[in-house]
């Protein structure tokens, strides 16, 4: 099983996870570019994995089943049009050799839904929920909600690959120097994705030992992100929620 990223809109990755001559895609917002993978590649696609409701995660999935029976995993609720398998925390799926379970995840949207499996090399799709050196605005749920859902990666193995679906790593992690600027894992980490950047080469997957040290929405514990957030909300004592909450904010306007 080997898993390849399609390149789809401005940023987004669709993730493809390849096992001979068969595939299944995480996301797929775009129906052709998926389509052209599989042709390039002589590939059939066998099921999708869905994280959330937005159109970006969403929009190909209806031409992509069309005139075909493919299984189309994703949250409950009856609101994606496609979603053949509804799934909830605690499910699980195989896929391919891999089982998968189920986390809810919900944050960015109430829907959101992770993959995580611990076969083999453990592996995490997380959508829009966590990503290199951030995590997904709060559209629809609470800093409480995203902390709780972001404390379910914490815990997973450090060398768990996390394959999210946006290519904002350079970006996120100039706002995390400024939360931290003295972190010497994100000055190093910055330096290695401003090259990769300017080679044009992808900085995903990352892994979850990464994101423990470099990434100030798993880190509202550490004392210089609460120090930081308590600077620039002018609040003092800020518990772990508070400080992702602050955080979440500084960063949507910076
Ligand atoms: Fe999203």
Redesign the pocket.
């Known amino acids: 099983m080997e898993i390849f990223a399609i390149p789809a809109f401005t940023d987004n990755y669709i993730w493809a996870v390849v096992e001979k001559d068969q595939f299944v895609v995480v996301d797929p917002g775009d129906s052709l570019v998926v389509k052209e993978f599989a042709e390039k590649n002589n590939l059939q696609l066998r099921a999708i994995l869905i994280t ?1 409701w ?1 159109p ?2 969403t929009g190909g999935i209806i031409e992509l089943v069309k005139d075909k029976s493919i299984s189309v995993y994703g949250p409950k609720g009856g609101h994606i049009d496609g979603i053949t398998d509804e799934l909830k925390e605690g499910d699980s799926i195989r896929i391919f050799d891999n089982e998968f379970s189920i986390f809810e995840t919900p944050g ?2 109430l829907d959101h839904i992770s993959y995580f499996s611990n076969e083999n090399k453990p592996i995490l799709f997380c ?2 929920t966590l990503f290199s050196g951030g995590c ?1 605005r709060l ?1 629809e749920g609470t800093p409480d909600q995203m902390f709780h859902s972001l404390n379910k990666f914490s815990s997973l193995p450090g060398n768990t690959k996390v394959y999210c ?1 946006h290519e904002y790593t350079l970006s996120n992690l100039k706002f995390a120097l400024e939360v931290e600027p003295k972190n010497q894992d994100l000055i190093n980490y910055y330096d290695q994705v401003v090259e990769k950047r300017d080679r044009n080469e992808y900085t995903l997957p990352s892994t979850i030992e990464k994101e423990l040290n470099i990434n100030p929405f798993l880190r509202s514990s550490i004392e210089e992100v609460r120090k930081s957030a308590e600077l620039y909300s002018s609040k003092a004592n800020l518990d772990d929620v508070g400080v992702l909450a602050v955080i979440r904010s500084w960063k949507d306007n910076f």
């Open positions: 959330h937005h970006d995660h960015h949207t959508g829009d997904g559209f679906t």
